[in-house]
């Protein structure tokens, strides 16, 4: 059993920053890849970023130049940097992580961008 608890969220202006935690119960050497969904209200859930172990990333376009992912394998921790927000960032953002073959799913924090 592994647990993902995502924190960092939080309510920002349109063009600042925030950064979110995405803390593994077990080493993330074991998890790969490790990747970051957004869920805007109403919408399904997308892909934001992922980063594997050998620290390959992948963005989705919308994203790209203005999120970095990044893991702290001491703190067993991945991040979202998140900059230059907008208000179709708003959502709630959620970690996912693959262990022994099974996907397993954080609770989710909640952005709020506004204009």
């Known amino acids: 059993q592994v647990q993902l608890v995502e924190s960092g969220g939080g309510l920002v202006q349109a063009g600042g920053s925030l950064r979110l935690s995405c803390a593994a119960s077990?080493?993330?050497?074991?998890?790969?890849?490790i990747s970051w969904y957004h869920q805007a209200p109403g919408k399904q859930r997308e892909l934001v970023a992922r980063?594997?172990?050998?620290?390959?990333?992948d963005y989705a376009d919308s994203v790209k130049g203005r999120f970095t992912i990044s893991r702290d394998n001491a703190k067993n921790t991945v991040y979202l940097q998140m900059n230059a927000l907008k208000p179709e960032d708003t959502g709630v953002y959620y970690c996912?992580?693959?262990?022994?073959?099974?996907?397993?799913w954080g609770q989710g924090t909640q952005v709020t961008v506004s204009s």
């Open positions: 077990v080493s993330i050497f074991s998890l790969n890849p």
């Open positions: 996912n992580a693959i262990f022994l073959g099974q996907l397993y």
């Open positions: 980063i594997t172990n050998d620290g390959t990333t």
